[in-house]
């Protein structure tokens, strides 16, 4: 900014010097042709004073008081400024008054220019500090955010060196635990698992048998140790194996299954229709020879006008046929029954599915023929289904659940303590 400055200064004095020059070059011109012109005056004026000098005898001739008066004259057109010297001072004037302009002008303008200069400092100053201050702010912002972020990595870097010695100290634990226990301790924990799971199948899936089978895989485990001590267990397990072969096996799905192709056979079976009774037919006969023609024609006349209306005699009594309507809510309260049923299997209600079974087989007693196949097969179906038992009584615990359990936390304890000492 101060150079810029500098340099319109400088431009504008080197114009004022010119602009100074150029006046005074006129004014020398001017001056030179005024000159010239005095020169041509005084070549003229002394001319005539020759004159006047040349007349001064004759007139000293004639008169001698007007000689003082003459030379006087002389003497007084001798005297005056010249006009060259009346020039040199007005142009030195003129240049003095000039210069004096331009350097009151140039000094005005350096005045001018220097407050020119010294605003845009002061606002370059200002906008400097603004920036300052900005910077320092932002870098003071940058440090509390480096704080920031540096206390935060120390902080997970301290939480993760807490986990990692945390997980060291488990592993060392997990070690020394290893190493402080038997070699055969493993097939003692896998017989422990083999017996929670085996809770789990009867409780959750009701699977007896499966359940039985990882019993004696336990056993199995248990026997391969050769420890004495763990008699106990061994007669826990087979108490256990024992209780859970003699539970009745669970046909729930077999009688749900079963249910399920009855329901798809309630739309083949045939309704009762009315079975009418036969008719009482009064037999006449006719006779041939024995009588009239008279009798016969009378005979027939009867018959004719007896076949126009007929009416026939019934000794049982006539049941109603059902409508479409009347059957279709017959077979779907049937249907809803026997999913009442299969519902009651699942659900171990052994009340609820006695009933419905029953209720189902009364209607098709009394509403669909009996004769059918189709019903005679739903009928034996229904009986052999009333007499089945859905409700098994599951044992609530394991015997050997919680001795196998608490042997299992014994020899951890007394790991531990060996690794202490």
Not at 285 to 294: I, R, T
Request: with cysteine; net charge negative; proline share 2%.
């Amino acid at each position: 900014m101060t150079k810029s400055s500098d340099d319109t200064s400088s431009k504008g004095s080197s114009d004022n010097e010119v602009d100074i020059k150029q006046q005074v070059e006129k004014s020398v011109d001017e001056i030179e042709q005024n000159v010239e012109i005095s020169d041509k005056y005084e070549d003229d004026s002394l001319d005539s004073e020759n004159v006047v000098v040349n007349e001064t005898p004759k007139l000293s001739q004639t008169s001698a008081p007007s000689e003082k008066h003459v030379e006087t004259a002389v003497v007084h057109q001798k005297t005056p400024i010249s006009k060259l010297a009346i020039l040199c001072l007005i142009l030195v004037l003129l240049l003095a008054g000039v210069a004096g302009y331009g350097v009151d002008k140039y000094l005005k303008e350096q005045v001018a220019q220097q407050a020119k200069i010294d605003a845009l400092v002061a606002k370059q100053s200002s906008v400097i500090d603004e920036i300052t201050t900005q910077l320092n702010q932002q870098v003071k912002e940058l440090q509390t955010r480096n704080q920031s972020l540096t206390q935060k990595l120390t902080d997970n870097v301290e939480t993760q060196l807490a986990s990692q010695q945390q997980s060291q100290t488990l592993i060392n634990q997990k070690i020394a635990e290893l190493s402080g226990r038997r070699p055969s301790d493993w097939l003692l924990a896998e017989a422990n698992y083999l017996v929670t799971i085996a809770g789990r199948k009867l409780w959750q899936e009701k699977d007896q048998k499966t359940a039985a089978a990882l019993l004696a895989t336990a056993d199995k485990r248990i026997a391969e140790m050769h420890d004495e001590s763990l008699i106990d267990i061994r007669r826990a397990l087979a108490k256990d194996i024992a209780t859970l072969s003699a539970l009745p096996q669970d046909k729930s799905q077999d009688i749900a299954l079963a249910i399920d192709g009855l329901i798809t056979q309630v739309d083949n079976l045939k309704l009762n229709t009315v079975t009418l009774p036969d008719a009482i037919e009064d037999d006449v006969q006719q006779s041939a020879a024995d009588a009239s023609w008279q009798d016969n024609l009378r005979q027939t006349w009867y018959n004719f006008i007896d076949g126009m209306i007929t009416i026939r005699k019934r000794e049982s009594n006539v049941v109603p046929l059902m409508s479409a309507k009347q059957r279709w809510y017959l077979e779907e309260n049937l249907k809803n029954k026997l999913v009442q049923a299969q519902l009651a299997v699942y659900r171990k209600q052994q009340q609820a599915f006695t009933s419905s079974i029953e209720v189902s087989r009364t209607w098709v007693l009394q509403f669909f023929d009996r004769e059918d196949s189709a019903t005679t097969f739903m009928l034996d179906e229904l009986a052999k289904l009333e007499k089945a038992s859905i409700a098994v009584s599951y044992p609530r615990d394991l015997l050997s659940r919680n001795l196998i359990g608490d042997e299992v936390v014994r020899r951890n304890i007394s790991s531990a303590q060996g690794m202490e000492r």
